[in-house]
């Protein structure tokens, strides 16, 4: 079984490798989370970088994370186009006759885009840590440091498990509605709905709903939400929830996959 | 062996196959043949696991598909050409599907040669024409030196030469014992390919045998068109 996964997983790899448009997709996360970061260094200059580092008007770390939130949602397209647009395309009669047991396909997809999101996302956590703190430095605003837990830990975590996570969900939902754009923009509207509903409904489900959230569940993860806060989960139970979120996707884009006709 | 027993597909109202049944033979080449929109397609895709039946059961060598070992080296198999990655070139989609499928690699230079295609190999396939698909597409198929040949139709795009060469490569195949079927809608390539034919019309087998079972002294052609009603 493990053999097999890692063969399914290098073939597949061979199509990561040799597609013009996810290269593509990924280049324009890459240049959506570092670029916003460079672009807002650059006009805004060492001396916003630094009232917002200040932590007065939010987080400190916010400055470090602009661009990244949106580049997360261009690795939705990556994760989206790399189930979905299969079946656009029609290779995928080819990947499920080679491969019949298609969740094994599902399996092997779900690895590749787990590790390409978290390794990009560190990339991004890392590049973009350095351009805000290297233009602080340089117009001689206090900096942030590596050697701090907390900020480590936001570094290590939070757009690296943002990238993966929302790839993977993508990849996954993918499978299901079988259409590139719709599913992100399906993934996107599930994603802000019930946030952004919360102010309208009942209270109950503005101090529930929302924290369970993916992104939320991140954001505690990578101890962003202050304890007490809307957003704040327990880092278990911020665990649980990613898993979970995963988990759930993977159960019923697995149905499908193996139960549909292709 | 493939066996397609009782098998109908139907898609909401629609009965695209209706109770059919056919047998493929180890040592011989079936045509499977019928008008566009009969349903050769869908019933290769039944075979392959593409399709689930409604009812009925496509099996080969008694499994359904997935429950094969190594389902795809033991069913060499070609599907549309169309579908074929445009990105990839001819040689890495041939990699890939070893990869994919468990086969070893060291075949694909044998089998380039073996189709004609080793000069544009490394060429994408969004540049080859509809011809250079359906040889790569049969390389696929016989990627696995596979017991079983399923190929949906395989001479379209063909010139008559190509014909000629996929007829003596697809004796040869049943020669060794393999099982082949093609489908196709060219009566006129079937009867020259194939030692056993199954002719489908609107989703229903109107005929099963071999060339001399369904023509006898007749014209083919018009055997076909009495059985199908296809006289567009």
């Known amino acids: 079984m493990i053999g ?44 916003s970088l630094g009232e917002v580092q200040s932590g007065e008007t939010g987080s400190r770390y916010e400055i470090l994370f602009f661009g990244a939130t949106l580049g997360v949602w261009a690795f939705a397209f990556f994760g989206a186009s790399f189930s ?11 990947t499920f006759t080679a491969t019949p047991r298609r969740t094994r396909v599902l399996v092997a997809k779900l690895v590749i885009v787990l590790g390409i999101g978290s390794i990009a996302g560190l990339l991004v956590s890392l590049i973009n840590f350095a351009i805000t703190q290297g233009v602080l ?3 001689e605003y206090p900096t942030l440091s590596l050697n701090e837990p907390e900020l480590l830990r936001a570094v290590l975590v939070f757009i690296p498990a943002q990238m993966a996570v929302w790839g993977a969900l993508s990849l996954l939902l993918g499978f299901l509605i079988r259409r590139t754009a ?19 409904l009942p209270t109950a489900w503005g101090e529930t709903v929302p924290r369970w959230m993916p992104g939320a569940a991140i954001e505690s993860l990578a101890g962003l939400s202050s304890p007490g806060s809307p957003g704040f989960l327990p880092a278990s139970a911020a665990m649980v929830a990613v898993i979970g979120w995963l988990l759930l996707f993977g159960i019923i884009s697995g149905l499908s996959v193996k139960y549909r006709d292709v | 062996m493939i066996e397609i027993k009782n098998v109908t597909k139907s898609y909401r109202r629609r009965t695209v ?25 869908t019933a290769l895709r039944t075979i392959l696991g593409l399709s689930r039946p409604s009812s009925g059961t496509a099996t080969i060598l008694g499994k359904p598909y997935a429950a094969l070992d190594h389902p795809a080296r033991r069913v060499g198999a ?46 994408r396939i969004n540049s080859y024409s509809l011809g250079m698909r359906q040889r790569l597409g049969l ?57 056993h034919i199954v002719v ?19 014209d083919l052609e018009s055997v076909f068109f009495d059985l199908t009603g296809d006289e567009r």
């Open chain 1, 4 to 47: 097999g996964l890692s063969r399914l997983t290098h073939a597949e790899l061979i199509k990561v490798r040799l597609s013009p448009s996810l290269w593509i997709l990924l280049l324009v996360t890459m240049l959506i989370s570092v670029g916003l970061t460079g672009l807002i260094a650059g006009f805004g200059g060492a001396e």
């Open chain 1, 84 to 94: 979905a647009g299969e079946f656009v395309s029609g290779a995928i009669g080819y």
């Open chain 1, 137 to 139: 430095s340089l117009n």
């Open chain 1, 182 to 200: 719709p599913t992100v923009i399906v993934l996107l509207l599930g994603s802000f709905l019930p946030v952004v509903t919360a102010q309208f």
């Open chain 2, 17 to 41: 196959l209706d109770q059919i049944s056919l047998t493929a033979r180890p040592g011989e080449v079936t045509g499977f043949v019928g008008p566009n929109g009969a349903g050769k397609s």
């Open chain 2, 78 to 123: 070609m599907l549309d050409p169309e579908a074929l990655p445009g990105y990839l070139r001819g040689i890495d989609l041939l990699r890939w599907y070893a990869a994919a499928a468990g086969i070893d690699s060291a075949r694909i230079g044998q089998i380039l040669e073996r189709v004609e295609l080793a000069d544009n190999a490394r060429k």
């Open chain 2, 139 to 195: 390389a696929v198929a016989l990627l696995g030196d596979a017991e079983i040949v399923i190929l949906d139709e395989p001479t379209n795009g063909l010139d008559p030469a190509g014909i000629r060469w996929l007829r003596e490569l697809l004796h040869q195949l049943a020669e060794h014992g393999r099982t082949v079927l093609l489908s196709s809608h060219l009566l006129s390539e079937v009867q020259q390919l194939a030692d």
């Open chain 2, 200 to 218: 489908i019309s609107r989703g229903t087998i109107v005929a099963d045998g071999t060339l001399t079972d369904l023509a006898g002294e007749d």
